[in-house]
């Protein structure tokens, strides 16, 4: 009993020790975000992950902070824009059997400068032999698509056939198609002002953009596209994690001075 008392009254002794440990005023941030209140607590979680990253910390008093930032959104809505599943479509012929319709994702772009890219594999739904070969058939030239998808098909590890009549499959009248998915987006405006321990005042402003989950069900010819939709549509919010990189990145670098 005498040990396990003793044991006992050194571990609160260590950690009301610990408890006391107090963060350095000047790695402490006081955080202020004026918006929508969704928002305004998902943007103070990702600024809290990315202080602690840099080893900095979120105060909960103005007087416990050598920095002070003051964030405030404005004008966030959601708009319809559309994205577009971007797939090489192909004819498959098996050895023996009746051809049948394949796509491979090559991507999922919104039409205006973003574009997400996948890998390819064969359709797994398709019955292929263990270690089977593939002859694509198509025009030669660095951008055709046949030349593409041949590329994307060695890339995933599969073997091309050197002739058609040595090969267990053909993927033959290659083809790019684009599909439209519907899908909305969320924008907003960021101003977010900086004052450093030493006085110092930044003011830095951003326009966000991010996607929004996808309506169900998607078409069945982007259904190829799915991981790749799922990644490009990540929740809007994390739009946000960008200007807390900028900040975080400021007081950091203000710190080391």
């Known amino acids: 009993m005498a040990c ?10 260590f950690s009301g020790a610990h408890a006391q ?8 941030i006081y955080l202020q975000i004026n918006g929508p209140q969704e928002s305004a607590a998902r943007l103070r979680s990702v600024f809290a992950e990315e202080a602690a990253r840099n080893h900095l910390f979120i105060a909960d008093e103005p007087q416990k902070a050598a920095s ?25 012929v098996l050895a023996e059997g009746k051809p049948s319709n394949v796509a491979f994702c090559q991507g999922v772009t919104d039409g205006a400068g973003l574009t ?27 951008q055709a698509p046949a030349e593409m998808l041949k590329k994307k098909i060695r890339e995933a590890g599969i073997q091309i056939a050197a002739s058609s009549g040595a090969a267990d ?16 987006a969320m924008e907003a405006k960021m101003q977010s002002v900086l004052k450093g321990a030493d006085g110092s005042i930044s003011t830095l402003s951003m326009n966000v953009k991010g996607y929004l ?6 078409s069945a ?14 929740p809007a919010l994390s739009a946000y994690g960008q200007l807390a990189s900028l900040d975080v990145a400021l007081i950091a670098g203000r710190i080391k001075k």
Not at 21 to 28: D, L, Q
Not at 68 to 79: A, F, G, M, R, S
Not at 213 to 218: D, F, L, S, Y
């Open 68 to 92: 002070q930032v003051n964030i405030t959104i404005t004008d966030e809505h959601n708009t319809d824009h559309p994205l577009y599943a971007e797939l090489l479509n192909a004819s498959l």
């Open 169 to 184: 499959l053909t993927l033959k009248e290659v083809r790019l198609i684009r599909v439209p998915i519907p899908g909305r």
């Open 116 to 142: 997400v890219t996948s890998s390819y594999t064969l359709p797994p739904e398709e019955a292929l032999p263990a270690h089977s070969t593939v002859w694509i058939e198509g025009e030669s030239g660095p």
């Open 221 to 234: 010819e982007a259904e190829v596209c799915r991981s790749t939709i799922r990644h490009v549509s990540e």
């Open 4 to 13: 396990y008392t003793l044991a006992a009254s050194l571990l609160l002794a």
């Open 213 to 218: 989950p996808v309506a169900e069900p998607i």
């Open 21 to 28: 440990v107090k963060p350095e005023k000047r790695k402490s």
